[in-house]
Every structure is written in C-alpha cells, then in structure tokens.
C-alpha cells in the first residue's frame, strides 16, 4: 500500500482480556516502530524491528506487552491481560532504516479502550 | 537521556498571524531533528528533518530553523487549514529511535 496501515482503528475490550493490534509497514521499509500516545501525552516509545529483530524492548511497559515481526513485514502488537492503564492511541510506524536519520512514517493508529 | 521540550503548550492565532513554535532539546549527538504535523484522529506527518545547526527547511507557510539547542517552526501568514497538533522529536548519533516532545497544539481562526 501507498503508506503505514494499521488494525483495527478502533478497539473497545474488558479488563483481563488480551488484543493483537497489527501494524502492515509501507513496502521496502526494513524499520518498524511501535508508539504509544495517551490522552494529553506525547508519544512514548514501545520497541522497533530491523527486518524480525527487535535488538531493543526496553520500552514496553511490562511483561504483559509483546511484539513480533514475521517476514520483514507485518507487525502484530499483543496486550495480555488488558488493564485500564493500557487504554490509549498504539501508533505503529515504518522507515527505510534505524540510524541514517531517516524519517518515521506514522499509520494512523489503533484506539484501544479498556473499560 | 534525550529530553525534547516544546512550548507553547497551545497557541491561537488569526488568520494572517505569523508566530513561531519552539523546541528545545537536549540530546547527546544529534542524528536528525524531526517536525511534524499530527491532526486529531490521524498519525503524525511527516514535515521537515533537519541535520545540522544553521540549516533551515521550508514548505509553503512553514520554514524550520536549527541551532545546537533548539528549533523553531515559523508559521508565515496562517490560515485555518494550518490547525494542528505540531510535534518535534529527535534523533541521537547512537539511537534507532525518536523521542518526541509532548506537542503545541495551534488553533487559526478566520
């Protein structure tokens, strides 16, 4: 596709229950990167990919947050045991690399609320 | 640890209003300097990366400047379409990642 796309757009789940958020990156890009952004907060980092690596997870909030990447491509982002805290804006992102200072192209997020 | 800090929080303006919109930074190394232009309900786009002090960007009514501490987003005669949410993140020499600032939000009336 022509830019980043993301799955579902919305999502509204229970206390306790797990949700697979996924992340289809722009073609070519070998850099993807999951972001987190609450209400009134700026973007917090959660973890990238270089092709299935992830060489830094240091971001996720807690053990109950996974990723993975399969194929170089397609992202899925796993909450486990969903809490209200986790409620929030996950954006996902792509780039044709991690280090030349190339830009982050940005999808248009996943709403997840958890009531 | 990379610290991005952008102010004002928020700013109004009138149609015709230029203003400037500040970032101040603090990053060991700086890779890139990133703006961007977020709307509700949308992912960040992408603006304008800049490398180095002294290099400034434009596009249309937006021109961002660099120095070794901070940027600015000059916004030259705004009009409506211009309200949006503009973010400033940064990238350091030895990071894969952006850092982002928490926003100002600027609001054009007509």
């Known amino acids: 596709g022509a830019g980043v796309s993301q799955s579902p757009s919305n999502k509204v789940t229970e206390k306790g229950k797990d949700v697979e958020l996924r992340c289809d990156p722009i073609?070519?890009?070998?850099?993807l990167y999951w972001y987190r952004q609450s209400l009134g907060q700026g973007l917090e980092f959660l973890i990238y990919f270089q092709g299935n690596s992830a060489p830094d997870k240091s971001g996720l909030p807690s053990d109950r947050f996974s990723a993975e990447r399969t194929g170089g491509s397609v992202s899925t982002l796993t909450i486990q045991r969903t809490q209200q805290e986790d409620s929030a804006v996950y954006l996902c992102a792509s780039s044709l690399d991690t280090g030349g200072g190339s830009p982050l192209h940005f999808g248009n997020g996943t709403r997840l609320t958890v009531t | 640890e990379d610290q991005v800090t952008q102010s004002p929080e928020a700013l109004r303006l009138q149609e015709g209003e230029s203003s400037s919109l500040n970032c101040s930074y603090t990053?060991?190394?700086?890779?890139?300097l990133f703006w961007y232009r977020q709307d509700p309900g949308k992912g960040p786009e992408f603006l304008f990366t800049l490398y180095s002090a002294g290099e400034e960007k434009e596009k249309e009514r937006l021109k961002a400047t660099l120095t070794k501490k901070e940027s600015f987003l000059h916004i030259t005669a705004p009009k409506p379409e211009d309200s949006a949410t503009y973010l400033c993140a940064v990238q350091a020499i030895s990071d894969y990642k952006l850092s982002f600032g928490a926003g100002t939000t600027v609001t054009v009336r007509a």
């Open positions: 990053v060991s190394g700086l890779r890139g």
């Open positions: 073609s070519g890009h070998t850099a």
